[in-house]
């Protein structure tokens, strides 16, 4: 079995390249926490990126098939959309749960979401956290909720899908703004960057 020809069984070649790689580089053992802190990432790389797909790619396609006639955007919002939404809205929630996981296992999840901390890095990465979670509740709320009524999943009007492609827009574009701020939050603690 080929595992580069099935991205779930890439993924999971990559996991198990992962483990052995973190047993050769360490002692044997990998901590709880640090499992989470890879999850965390993992995920994350897959809302964001999703995230700037949609922003950079996506629309941009959509806009041009629209102009284009031919073929429409109707492959994109019937085909891709739908799946790339369903990945986009999972992941942003277990990047939240795990970031929150993180903060608990670490013992700072109160001083860095009340930004009481001694370290500066604790703080800023409270600032991450609170942008990720601004960020969440924008991908479940306006984000999804309006893109439910372009992709005919709810029943809308026209005048409606027209004003819900505008609100689920700039909900997408707070986040794309977001999303610079919230990665240095969450970067600059691991590197000690005293903000």
Do not use: C
């Amino acid at each position: 079995m080929n595992p580069l020809k099935n991205p779930w069984y890439s993924a999971l070649a990559g996991l198990i390249l992962a483990v052995i790689i973190a047993f050769v580089m360490r002692t044997g053992t990998v901590n709880h926490a640090e499992i989470v802190v890879w999850f965390h990432v993992v995920v994350g790389i897959m809302w964001i990126g999703l995230l700037y797909y949609f922003n950079f790619v996506q629309v941009p396609a959509v806009n041009a098939a629209l102009a284009d006639k031919e073929p429409g955007p109707a492959a994109i919002n019937k085909y891709v959309a739908p799946r790339a939404l369903w990945f986009f809205r999972w992941a942003a929630l277990l990047t939240w749960l795990s970031g929150a996981a993180t903060l608990y296992k670490m013992g700072i999840m109160h001083e860095a979401m009340t930004f009481t901390s001694e370290a500066a890095n604790v703080n800023i990465l409270g600032v991450g956290a609170w942008l990720g979670t601004i960020m969440l509740l924008n991908v479940w709320g306006p984000i999804w909720q309006n893109q439910k009524k372009l992709l005919g999943i709810k029943p809308a009007t026209d005048a409606e899908k027209a004003k819900a492609k505008v609100i689920a827009l700039y909900a997408s574009r707070i986040n794309t703004l977001l999303s610079i701020p919230m990665l240095l939050g969450m970067t600059a603690y691991g590197h000690g960057l005293p903000f």
